[in-house]
């Protein structure tokens, strides 16, 4: 069974810190360029952050730089998001995907319909005092 499952999401103070994890399954990551997205309540799904498939170019959402990093271990099938100063507005569910094309689309191809092949069920991150 192909899958991606999402963990690390929690409850988190502002300013604080969280490192969501996302493990692939059934198939292995080496080719996919992965995408981390989020949604909030009422809120339309949008992109937060992609990795290529070797790891060597990453794109992040203007509200993240800085603050987000994206990585990878392809010999653990597994990517990664380490948020650090978190704020309130980055309450959301977050998704990771799988792309079969091994470069990241742009940003705002992310957050258009195209569409990528794998999702997760996504985990929840609240960011409150």
């Known amino acids: 069974q192909l899958q991606l499952v999402e963990s690390g999401g929690g409850l988190v103070q502002p300013g604080g810190s969280l490192r969501l994890s996302c493990v692939a399954s059934g198939f292995t990551l080496d080719y996919y360029a992965m995408g981390w997205f989020r949604q909030a309540p009422g809120e339309e799904r949008e992109g937060v952050s992609c990795i290529s498939a070797s790891g060597s170019s990453t794109i992040y959402a203007d509200s993240v730089k800085g603050r987000f990093t994206i990585s990878r271990d392809n010999a653990k099938n597994t990517v990664y998001l380490q948020m650090n100063s978190l704020k309130p507005e980055d309450t959301a569910i977050y998704y990771c995907?799988?792309?079969?094309?091994?470069?990241?689309?742009?940003?705002?191809?992310?957050?258009?319909?195209?569409?990528?092949?794998?999702w997760g069920q996504g985990t929840q991150v609240t960011v409150s005092s």
């Open positions: 995907a799988a792309d079969k094309s091994p470069r990241c689309v742009a940003m705002a191809t992310m957050n258009s319909k195209y569409e990528y092949d794998y």
